[in-house]
């Protein structure tokens, strides 16, 4: 399919404009810096790293593996006012509450979650599962994410992630959780059950698989090199996860964010974020827990893809396909450019 034309995306029930020939286009517009490969272990004016002092005053404690704090500038509260109930239908309003909370991946300033071993990616494995499994229990959604790289919007280089939880659906759950829910009414089978088992049997647009996950390009994909991480056994909600399910977890984590830095040979950014089933206690078998990867990356470390125009006003286009962008990342090697032979 090298003509224009449009693909659904039914986990949100939306559409896709794909133009393929339009990666040929000419680029004089904004170019992105890379980002620097060289940074200290330790940097005494970072708020993350062991023993320093935060913005808010507060000392980050040594820790020794992962650290869970209270985020100082958090986006959501867990003490909210009532709002009046009767407030006009074209000025509404909605009380929310919730916390915010950050994740240190590592006592380390220097590492990603690229370049840390298996077993350290297994701790912050560990601490997605527990700390879901914890604030699931007050709060309906808890959004697991980290932003990856200064053009990502990441205030600081030290491996990190963010945790928000809240007493209701945001925009984008909810319309998953719609969709799933309609195709399980309609099929019997869970929609991403059903979705992951039709990619292994087309097989051209997985990108890397262990014995427990697959990542795949998804065929709606928007950005350029998006990419959908699925269980094989359709699992609800982090703690779910078993111990072996947990190791291949941190190996596909390695495997895919090493090939998405060895694309451009760079500190690839992205954001990545979960999507559990809504709520510890409800009953949800149409849904199957699933991380998405958006990186902004389009044809080099400089050039990013930017959703604007027809994206904000229409709908959102992307200039590769889904097949030649999974093509690109599968044809890539799984040893970290840095730590090749010649870039000792
Ligand atoms: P980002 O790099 O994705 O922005 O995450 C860092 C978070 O850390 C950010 O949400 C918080 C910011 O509010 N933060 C603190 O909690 N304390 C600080 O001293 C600085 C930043
Ligand atoms: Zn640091």
């Known amino acids: ?68 704090f209270t985020n100082d500038f958090a986006a959501l509260l867990p003490e909210t006012e009532p709002l009046s109930p009767s407030t006009p239908p074209l000025f509404r309003v909605a009380r929310v509450r919730g916390t915010c909370r950050v994740i240190c991946f590592s006592p380390r300033h220097d590492v990603t979650l690229a370049r840390m071993s298996r077993p350290d990616i297994r701790h912050v494995v560990d601490i997605w599962c527990e700390q879901y499994g914890e604030l699931a229990r007050t709060y309906r959604w808890v959004q697991i994410f980290e932003n990856h790289g200064a053009m990502m919007g990441a205030s600081n280089p ?10 209701t ?17 309609t099929h019997g089978q869970p929609l991403l059950a059903d979705y992951l088992a039709a990619e292994c049997a087309q097989a051209e647009r997985i990108v890397v698989e262990n014995e427990h996950w697959v990542v795949v390009v998804p065929f709606w ?47 690839f950014p992205y954001s990545m974020g979960w999507h559990n089933a809504p709520g510890l206690d409800e009953d949800a078998p149409h849904w199957v827990l699933h991380a998405h990867f958006y990186p902004p990356l389009l044809r080099s470390a400089t050039v990013r893809k930017f959703l604007v125009g027809f994206e904000m006003l229409g709908e959102p286009q992307r200039d590769l396909t889904a097949e030649q962008a999974a093509e690109r990342l599968r044809s890539l090697a799984e040893q970290h450019y840095l730590e090749r032979e010649e870039n000792p």
């Open 1 to 68: 399919m090298q003509k224009p034309h449009r693909r659904y995306n039914p986990l949100m029930d939306e559409w896709v404009l794909v133009s393929p020939h339009r990666l040929e286009r000419p680029w004089q517009g904004q170019q992105e810096t890379p980002p620097a490969d060289e940074r200290p272990t330790y940097d005494p004016a970072c708020y993350l790293c062991p023993g320093n002092r935060r913005a808010s005053g507060e000392y980050t404690p040594p820790y020794e593996n992962t650290l869970v």
């Open 158 to 167: 030290h491996p990190h992630g963010q945790i928000w939880a809240l007493d």
């Open 221 to 267: 994909a928007v950005w350029p090199f998006e990419t959908l991480l699925l269980p094989r056994r359709p699992v609800r909600r982090l703690p779910s996860l078993n111990d072996a399910e947990r190791d291949a977890l941190a190996d596909i984590l390695k495997r895919l964010l090493t090939r998405y830095d060895n694309l451009f040979e760079i500190d």
């Open 169 to 185: 659906l945001p925009t984008t759950p909810a319309r998953e959780d719609r969709a799933q829910r309609r195709y399980f009414d």
